[in-house]
């Protein structure tokens, strides 16, 4: 079969985050979604989901000016040929950034109809592959999830959104702040059996971030999430990790496996973080998994999504990566959510959805409810 046409359908989600809301270009931010939608000539649907937040605009302009015309009449089941001609074709337009968030909701969606043309669940076709678990069990699975706060500034407001997490059954949160006052605020609320991590967004040099490192050890940190500025200087990120007493996660800002190697090499991190809507998709997570092997690094996603690209990190984390890895799941209340049959944690774990394909696809009501220009 031919691809017959390649969308890019823009969603905003409201959504409330136990505090304020931090502030984009002037105004509060919103919950957005770039979903891709992929036809083939005989009627098949598959849906993807490019990194979207306050950049869905410029991706959505590079998934509809750039990457859909070279991708309109080719033969969607060649995923890894299409691949690699429009990798190859638009690498002087950047590795990284919207061409490459816009050919990862691309190849979400091919992987979709995939499955669907399979009539089996995405997980179930990675797991027969070389690279895939045997041993991923069928229908029924759920896996843990962590509770990933927003950021809050505010200690009281951490204390009282953690306390709520673990009220709602998470046995892991994971914070987004940059004070030892929130992490001591978080330990006091979550108690000594909840697992807390930090991610810091890259603020720092690495004497700042030791001496942070030095201020929340004494509170069990599972890991310690970009606490480097840039996130490329791998060679300070693995000083960190030598000397700071607490793993080092990194890898949603990574461009490709190769990056991921370098950081390998570099010793830089306990655990890898990969982020299907920005590495290449379902293929480019694959490849990542497969570098992280041959290095004996730990693999957990990076996945603050409600759409295609959380039902992705779903079947890969069962089909590829090691019994019991968490999924990242934000903490925020939505007020509409077009898959949220299938992207609802329930407590503290969420299913791995057994339909073909992804397992589900956006509910079209909702779509016309929450679709922008």
């Known amino acids: 079969m031919t691809i017959r046409s390649v969308d890019a359908v ?11 809301k931090p502030m984009f270009g002037g105004k509060p931010r919103q919950m957005e979604m770039l979903l891709v939608r992929v036809e083939t000539a005989d009627g ?25 015309p070279l991708a309109v009449g080719r033969d969607e089941a060649d995923i ?13 337009l950047g590795r990284t950034g919207p ?13 979709d109809l995939a499955g669907k043309r399979a009539g089996l669940p995405l997980w179930k076709l990675l797991a027969a592959t070389p690279d895939g678990r045997g041993s991923a069990t069928s229908d029924g699975v759920r896996l843990p999830a962590y509770a990933s706060l927003l950021r809050y500034g505010d200690a009281r407001l951490v204390s009282t959104n953690t306390a709520r997490a673990v009220a709602a059954g998470y ?9 030892v006052e929130a992490v001591a605020a978080a330990r006091a609320a979550a108690g000594p059996s909840v697992d807390l991590m930090m991610d810091c967004n890259c603020p720092w040099s690495g004497d700042q971030a030791l001496a942070i490192a030095a201020g929340v050890r004494a509170h069990r940190l599972a890991w310690f999430e970009e606490p480097v500025w840039p996130p490329e200087d791998f060679p300070t990120l693995a000083r960190v990790r030598r ?5 080092v996660s990194a890898g949603e800002n990574a461009m490709s496996a190769g990056d991921f190697e370098r950081m390998f090499e570099a010793g830089a991190v306990d655990i890898a973080q990969p982020s299907v ?11 990542v998994v ?20 959380l039902l992705a990190t779903l079947h890969l984390t069962h089909a590829l990566l090691e019994s019991g890895t968490p999924i990242e799941y934000s903490f925020v209340d939505l007020g509409e959510n077009p898959l949220r049959r299938t992207t609802t944690v329930e407590g503290g774990t969420i299913a791995v959805p057994g339909g073909p394909g992804l397992g589900d696809d956006p509910d079209p009501a909702t779509l016309e409810r929450c679709t922008i220009d």
């Open 10 to 20: 823009a969603v905003t989600l409201p959504f409330e985050m136990g505090g304020p």
């Open 243 to 247: 000397e700071g007493g607490i793993p």
């Open 277 to 287: 809507t920005k590495i290449g998709g379902v293929s480019g997570f694959i490849d």
């Open 99 to 111: 061409v490459m968030y816009a050919l990862s909701g691309l190849d979400i969606a091919l992987w």
């Open 44 to 68: 098949l649907v598959g849906w993807g989901e490019a990194f979207g937040f306050a950049v869905w605009p410029s991706t959505r302009t590079a998934l509809q000016t750039l990457v859909a």
């Open 290 to 309: 497969r570098v992280a092997r041959r290095h004996g690094v730990q693999v957990v996603a990076h996945s603050p999504y409600f759409g295609p690209g």
């Open 80 to 92: 890894a040929g299409l691949r690699d001609d429009l990798s190859r074709k638009l690498h002087l």
């Open 171 to 179: 046995r892991q949160v994971k914070l987004h702040e940059v004070t």
